[in-house]
């Protein structure tokens, strides 16, 4: 089966970095526009951001945006979301999912082969 893997989530205090990575399993990424969302406990899914096939384009939310920038590199297959000065609200478990070729906004449905998820806690 066609696979994301989500990795680089852990316990950060508030105003630190981490990086997450989206690595894909049996198929290449370079066709795909990856987005990423979460949710946090109680909270409906969130999405974050998005970046295009080629890399060309890339989207935010306005909740992360001036804080997280998504790349990715074609040539490891993988998607990767720094995120910067982290705050309590950014506590979730972040998921990547992907579809064809370009973006499409932030609703679920429009994105498939969700990976596992990866925790990411911001505390003190």
């Known amino acids: 089966q066609l696979q994301l893997v989500e990795s680089g989530g852990g316990l950060v205090q508030p105003g630190g970095s981490l990086r997450l990575s989206c690595a894909a399993s049996r198929f290449t990424l370079d066709k795909n526009a990856i987005a990423w969302f979460r949710q946090a406990p109680g909270k409906e899914r969130e999405g974050i951001s998005c970046i295009s096939s080629s890399g060309g384009v890339t989207t935010y939310a306005e909740s992360v945006k001036g804080r997280f920038t998504l790349s990715r590199d074609n040539a490891k297959n993988t998607v990767y979301l720094q995120m910067n000065s982290l705050k309590s609200e950014d506590t979730a478990v972040y998921y990547c999912?992907?579809?064809?070729?370009?973006?499409?906004?932030?609703?679920?449905?429009?994105?498939?082969?969700w990976g596992q998820g990866t925790q990411v806690t911001v505390s003190s």
């Open positions: 999912a992907r579809r064809d070729y370009y973006c499409s906004g932030y609703v679920a449905r429009q994105y498939t082969n």
